[in-house]
């Protein structure tokens, strides 16, 4: 496979491209990784090399179905998200994704559906695609993306190959935003309610370091929630462990889509003092504090 504008992930990108060469795409494949590590990227790399007409490494990037799956105007490749409040992917979308699935492909030999944001998938959404996971037509690949598949059903996990994109290396952390979520992460339960907002202060001032911190503390609520459910941690940050031990999978997983939340407010030029206070207050109370 081509990885045009995807970086790293070496070991992922490689078990892509021997899935697609040697015919073991599965029907679903989960993606999952923090913001910013290319979820959608590497679901469009994906979808557009199934429908590549190339014979030699695809996606080419200049055949017709290319082209058109560049231009988002390929009938095969349908496209679904969920918003950025929880439960907000409804059940009736998926009930169109699967009535759609049973119709033959338009142009190529099989049909993409990227469905982006799975994690804000209701239960009732979820158990409505596993219906279809269980028993799919030939010829169709859904590609989900959310922070973490712990997210979604055990059944759905089963039933999907699940791909883990590697956070930003460590070495290209700023230590002070990394120091400042784990300070956040520990101040969450404690019983000084005014803890966590003395600790977001800075960030009033400085958006490139609220960025930064926000990016670090969705990869650790994620981490706890993983660890939470029994997986393995990406970061062994022990300020993940501690909270995970502390808060139920569900409080872990809602804040992780609150600062989810918070990152996209941010990146629509939300008021910073407005938002980081909002953010603080919300955080005890999601934890349950």
């Known amino acids: 496979m081509i990885f045009e504008g995807f970086t790293g992930n070496d070991s992922l990108r490689q078990q892509l491209s021997l899935a697609l060469d040697q015919g073991r795409l599965p029907h679903a494949v989960i993606l999952e990784g923090p913001p910013g590590s290319g979820k959608r990227a590497l679901a469009g790399i994906l979808a557009r090399a199934c429908i590549c007409t190339a014979q030699g490494e695809r996606p080419c990037g200049i055949c017709p179905a290319c082209v058109k799956a560049k231009a988002g105007s390929h009938p095969d490749i349908i496209t679904e998200s969920g918003g950025s409040a929880a439960r907000s992917f409804h059940v009736d979308a998926v009930r169109r994704i699967r009535s759609d699935a049973f119709i033959k492909p338009n142009e190529s030999s099989r049909k993409i559906y990227c469905l982006f944001e799975a994690q804000t998938m209701s239960e009732q959404a979820q158990n409505a695609l596993l219906k279809i996971l269980e028993e799919p037509p030939n010829g169709i690949l859904f590609i989900l993306t959310c922070p973490s598949a712990s997210a979604l059903l055990p059944t759905i ?9 590697e956070p930003r290396e460590e070495s290209n952390l700023n230590p002070e935003a990394d120091a400042l979520a784990a300070k956040i992460l520990r ?14 202060a800075p960030l009033t001032q400085n ?3 609220l960025r ?7 990869l650790l609520f994620r981490d706890a929630a993983v660890l939470r459910a029994g997986g393995t941690s990406l970061t062994r940050e022990p300020t993940a ?3 995970a031990a502390v808060l139920t999978r ?7 889509e609150l600062a989810v939340q918070t990152r996209r407010r941010m990146e629509q030029n939300a008021n910073t003092t407005l938002l980081v206070t909002v953010f603080c207050a919300q955080l005890r109370a999601v934890a349950g504090y």
């Open 250 to 256: 569900d409080r872990l997983l809602a804040l992780t």
């Open 207 to 209: 958006r490139d370091l």
């Open 187 to 200: 101040e969450i339960t404690l019983p000084e309610e005014a803890a966590v907002l003395k600790t977001c």
């Open 241 to 243: 462990e501690e909270l």
């Open 157 to 165: 996990r089963s039933r999907s190959l699940i791909l883990t994109l």
């Open 212 to 218: 930064q911190v926000l990016d670090r503390l969705i």
